[in-house]
């Protein structure tokens, strides 16, 4: 079976906080099970974050992806698989004082004990963040999120699901989610002022 996008949550515009210890969002599933991943920008290097959809504990994807390999900021996906129709409330946790913005993705038609493949990461000063996810199936897909102080003005390649510009005065203050049907080597390019 082909996997394919379901939802993203909140909304296009994604979901932003100022000095919080935590962000919280509805995502609505609307064909499950489906595989959701939750992406976030968070601006207080020293922070660990923690994820729950629907009050079950996401798996963390990655460690932090500090933002142009400084300590300014950072980025963070987690995962969970065989998320049921209707909607959730997705929290993320951090240390007080803290700056987040991020959004969520589902994926219908995904396995539902091991949807996800090998995560792959990037950081660094360019106009064009890209990420390359290389072997993905025709009927996978790729999800990618980044965060970045610079505005995002919009994608290149794969399709946009979420974009927001919040804190520019944080190295990780302006998120963006998008994904791209798999096949060969999927390539996500955002573009950055």
Do not use: Y
């Not at 992406?39 to 959809?53: E, I, K, N, Q, R």
């Not at 987040?100 to 064009?128: K, M, N, Q, R, W």
Request: net charge negative; aromatic share 6%; proline share 3%.
């Amino acid at each position: 079976m082909a996997v394919t996008f379901d939802a993203v949550g909140p909304s296009a515009a994604g979901t932003s906080a100022t000095n919080v210890a935590s962000i919280t969002w509805t995502h609505t599933v609307a064909a499950g099970p489906c595989a959701v991943v939750v992406g976030v920008g968070c601006s207080t290097d020293g922070s660990t974050l923690t994820a729950t959809c629907g009050g079950v504990s996401m798996a963390a994807f990655t460690a932090k992806v500090h933002n142009n390999n400084q300590t300014g900021g950072f980025t963070q996906l987690f995962g969970l698989a065989n998320v049921s129709t209707g909607a959730k409330t997705i929290v993320v946790s951090g240390g007080g004082g803290t700056d987040f913005e991020g959004g969520s993705l589902s994926f219908a038609g995904a396995d539902t004990v091991t949807p996800f493949g090998t995560p792959v990461t990037s950081f660094g000063a360019t106009a064009a963040p890209t990420g390359t996810v290389a072997g993905t199936a025709a009927t996978s897909m790729v999800a990618g999120v980044m965060s970045n102080g610079a505005a995002i003005t919009g994608i290149t390649t794969g399709t946009s699901r979420f974009q927001i510009n919040a804190f520019s005065s944080s190295a990780a203050g302006n998120a963006a989610g998008a994904s791209l049907a798999g096949g060969g080597a999927g390539t996500i390019t955002w573009a950055v002022t």
